[in-house]
């Protein structure tokens, strides 16, 4: 894959942002996310595609896209996060953002504006919309408070925009989890950076992803990521117990 092509659009300044998007067999939501990355009006952007040795047409939309994308690899890999691992290794830029492959920019100008948000001595964070199968949209916005993440996923990935310095910090995604690995990674950033919240929505999220598809799987690995990282095991018990009453109701 090629470098971006010059666009007039595009502004000059600033620094680099590593755009990771991890696919397997997204043919059907890829493009969007593409597209969204191909409007962006910020021009300092390193766009990575890691995907895991796609069968559809994967590929081939992405082939649409070479002037868009900077490096990609194809090959089959151990799942998302090793695939996300993968990409962290890859980026040059001072700074990462993971979009996932069903999920796309909120407007063509969001990373012209959140990078000159960006807080290297916080977690940055940002507003996010929920997209659901009839179209409809909620505005995910939340206050931060390091407590609740050991209660609630309460701040999504794919608001996060992460420092390259940060993770060689603290490390990558832990490939032991299939689901929780990102709160795992969230947790350890907020112990080290406070969450800083900005007033701007960065992604659509589509709803209905990985731990939502595996409640149950998903529920026992956020108990071990919120024990593996300060929460006491009595209080694990307590919180795995409410949280399986909640979604019952």
């Not at 980026?91 to 953002?97: F, L, N, P």
């Not at 299939?178 to 406070?194: C, F, G, K, N, V």
């Not at 209080?235 to 909640?246: D, F, N, Q, S, Y």
């Amino acid at each position: 894959m090629s470098e971006q092509a010059d666009d007039p659009h595009r502004r000059q300044s600033g620094p680099t942002v590593s755009v990771i998007t991890v696919c397997y067999n997204s043919a059907q939501t890829i493009r969007r996310t593409l597209e969204s990355v191909a409007a962006q009006t910020y021009s300092n952007i390193e766009y990575i595609i890691v995907d895991g040795g796609s069968s559809d047409d994967t590929l081939a939309i992405i082939g649409e896209y070479s002037h868009v994308v900077t490096r990609m690899v194809s090959e089959q890999d151990g799942g998302v996060y090793e695939a996300m691992n993968k990409g962290v290794h890859m980026a040059t830029g001072e700074w990462v953002h993971i979009l996932n492959s069903d999920d796309f920019y909120a407007a063509a100008d969001v990373l012209e504006k959140a990078v000159q948000m960006l807080d290297p001595t916080r977690t940055n964070y940002f507003t996010m919309w929920r997209e659901f199968a009839d179209g409809t949209r909620d505005l995910q916005d939340w206050t931060y408070s390091r407590w609740r993440l050991f209660i609630s996923a309460f701040l999504p990935h794919p608001a996060l925009i992460v420092s390259r310095k940060q993770y060689e910090t603290i490390g990558i995604y832990d490939t032991r989890y299939r689901i929780a690995a990102d709160h795992d990674m969230i947790l350890r950033l907020t112990a080290q950076w406070p969450g800083l919240k900005h007033e701007l929505p960065l992604t659509v999220m589509k709803q209905g992803g990985l731990s939502e598809l595996n409640m149950h799987e998903g529920l026992l690995e956020f108990r071990s990521v919120a024990e593996r990282n300060g929460l006491p095991k009595l209080a694990g018990a307590c919180v795995l117990g409410l949280k399986r009453i909640w979604w019952r109701i």
